[in-house]
Structures are given as structure tokens and as C-alpha cells.
T-cell receptor, first 115, second 112 residues
Framework: NAGVTQTPKFQVLKTGQSMTLQCAQD?????MYWYRQDPGMGLRLIYY???????DKGEVPNGYNVSRLNKREFSLRLESAAPSQTSVYFC??????????????FGPGTRLTVT | EDKVVQSPLSLVVHEGDTVTLNCSYE??????LLWYKQEKKAPTFLFML????IEKKSGRLSSILDKKELFSILNITATQTGDSAVYLC????????????FGKGTKLSVKP
């Protein structure tokens, strides 16, 4: 039981390049989330998916797209990377139900640097 | 604007000390308050509190919520070096699925 897994662990991009961050969970959770964590800013929600086939914007969605491929997988795409997107990206998942969507379990993170 | 404020931002103690971490919040539609521990990598879930005055406890860690005064505390007794981490407080708010507002964290360092 791996929980939430993310690939890659590290990535360096040049400005304007694109890439996709992958996330998978094996906890049979309906909901999945993408966050970014920057020094002094705390964790901020980029996008979330309440269930397979649905996605919604979070606090900081600009410059990102997401795909909920199936119940297990939720990917985050940067179409044209910018230095402001240098950050640590976390994927999380949760169940659905009274308060269960707040109890989120996080993956190990992807450290992305854009030069 | 919803906000979650943690204090202190950092704290250095010695093994065996007891520490109290604080989290205050101002949000429009409070549903729950959560504590996470973040070492080098992923935040790991510690507690979720939804009702005032009911203490949640796990080993040497305990937490309580005061919904009237809008704050929570996380206590760690008999600290160990393995408790060194950033402790994150998050408030769950209504309006959209799993909407968590995170504080900036308290960095705890436990010296031997």
C-alpha cells in the first residue's frame, strides 16, 4: 500500500518548456488535489478533483492545467513554465463524506526549478 | 479574506521539554481544523478537530480547539529529537470540496 506517489521527484526546466507532473493514489479515494509550497507562503491549492471526470480551480490555478485520468491518477501540466512556478508541488487525496474531504494524505512532492 | 496564523514561527527546545504550538484563524465558514507534521517531505496527518473543548490525543501529542476564541493548540510533552519538524495548521472551510487554508507553519527544533 504505497499511499500517494508522485513522479518525478526533481525537475529543472528552462523558461517556456512544458512538463507534466504525475500523481497516483491507491487508497480508493474519490478526491485529489494539487498544491504548491513556497517559502513563507504555506501550502496553496492549485486545482482539485472531487471525483473522476471533474476538476475545479483552487486559489492559484493560472499557468496550470490538470487531468483526472481515472480514479487513481491526477496529473498537473505546466504548458509554458515560468520562473515564478519554481516551487515544491504536492499531490494529495481524500475520501468523501462528512469531514473526510478535509483529511488529506500527501505525496512526497516534486521539487521544480525553472531557470 | 480567510486566514490562518501560527505562532511562534520557530522554536528551539531541549529533549524532555514540553512545547505548545498555537494556531488562530479567521474564516467565514469554519468546518474543521487539522494539524500536520512535515519533516523533509510530505505533510503527514496528525489530528482533525471539529468540536470545541474535546481533546484529541496520540501518544505525547495532544490538541484542542476553541471555536469561540477561534484558536487551537498542539501540545507535545517530553519532546524527542524525532519531533523536530514543521508543524502545519490548516482550517477546512465550506463552499468547495476539501478546501483547506494552511498556516505558514511552526518550525520546531529539539536539541539533544
Amino acid at each position: 500500500n504505497a499511499g500517494v506517489t508522485q513522479t518525478p521527484k526533481f525537475q529543472v526546466l528552462k523558461t517556456g518548456q512544458s512538463m507534466t507532473l504525475q500523481c497516483a493514489q491507491d487508497m480508493n479515494h474519490n478526491s485529489m488535489y494539487w498544491y504548491r509550497q513556497d517559502p513563507g507562503m504555506g501550502l496553496r491549492l492549485i486545482y482539485y478533483s472531487a471525483s473522476e471526470g471533474t476538476t475545479d480551480k483552487g486559489e492559484v490555478p493560472n499557468g496550470y492545467n490538470v487531468s483526472r485520468l481515472n480514479k487513481r491518477e491526477f496529473s498537473l501540466r505546466l504548458e509554458s513554465a515560468a520562473p515564478s512556478q519554481t516551487s515544491v508541488y504536492f499531490c494529495a487525496s481524500s475520501g468523501t463524506g462528512l469531514f473526510l474531504d478535509y483529511e488529506q494524505y500527501f505525496g512526497p512532492g516534486t521539487r521544480l526549478t525553472v531557470t | 479574506e480567510d486566514k490562518v496564523v501560527q505562532s511562534p514561527l520557530s522554536l528551539v527546545v531541549h529533549e524532555g521539554d514540553t512545547v505548545t504550538l498555537n494556531c488562530s484563524y479567521e474564516v467565514t465558514n469554519f468546518r474543521s481544523l487539522l494539524w500536520y507534521k512535515q519533516e523533509k517531505k510530505a505533510p503527514t496527518f496528525l489530528f482533525m478537530l471539529t468540536s470545541s473543548g474535546i481533546e484529541k490525543k496520540s501518544g505525547r501529542l495532544s490538541s484542542i480547539l476553541d471555536k469561540k476564541e477561534l484558536f487551537s493548540i498542539l501540545n507535545i510533552t517530553a519532546t524527542q529529537t524525532g519531533d523536530s519538524a514543521v508543524y502545519l495548521c490548516a482550517v477546512g472551510v465550506g463552499g468547495s470540496q476539501g478546501n483547506l487554508i494552511f498556516g505558514k507553519g511552526t518550525k520546531l527544533s529539539v536539541k539533544p
